[in-house]
């Protein structure tokens, strides 16, 4: 859990990119920018979020804490404790099953020497979790790394992506 002053440094950081959001939604409809401000604090913590992080939102957005905490314990993208640099998220859905998902899934656990669920020791990867549909059916098998969609993935192709990556 970062210090207060690392939580107020993070929020200095992230006020203006709220502030961004807010501008979307009616004055008296701050809360509608619940998730779109965790992810701002998020990226700004270094991928994750903490409960002390969570509790400013919900301040600076005047909203009850336990309904911030719904949210970010809801929602895969928000990650509750720390995570490596770089998130991948392997589709387990039957159309990439079928066509080799579970292969690439075992593939980047053998490649990286981490299972589902668990950060390498140098902290650049997490391999988040099996997704359970990331909704490119007609691009069997696909993942997520960072946000960013790679389908029709073979060993070659994740290898390739993932080396590519600081």
């Known amino acids: ?8 440094r993070i929020m200095e950081k992230a006020r203006p ?12 409809r701050k809360q509608s920018a ?8 998020q990226d700004e913590n270094d991928g994750w979020l903490t409960q002390d992080l969570m509790d400013a939102v919900a301040d600076y957005l005047k909203m009850p804490q336990i309904a911030v905490y719904e949210v970010a314990s809801f929602y895969g993208m928000f990650d509750l404790q720390p995570v490596g640099r770089h998130k991948i998220n392997v589709c387990n ?8 998902g579970d292969e690439i899934i075992e593939y980047i656990e053998q490649k990286l020497g981490v299972k ?5 020791l140098d902290g ?11 909704a490119a059916c007609s691009g069997a098998p696909m993942m997520t790394v960072d946000g960013h969609y790679h389908e029709y993935l073979t060993p070659e192709k994740v290898d390739a992506i993932l080396d590519g990556l600081e």
Do not use: R, W, Y
């Open 93 to 100: 859905n039957i159309s990439c099953q079928l066509c080799g």
């Open 116 to 120: 589902v669920g668990e950060t390498t």
């Open 34 to 41: 619940v998730i779109p401000a965790l992810m701002v604090v």
């Open 17 to 28: 990119l709220i502030d961004q959001c807010l501008a979307k939604f009616p004055a008296e």
């Open 1 to 8: 859990m970062p210090a207060n002053n690392d939580k107020d």
């Open 124 to 134: 650049k990867f997490t391999i988040k979790h099996e997704e359970e549909c990331l």
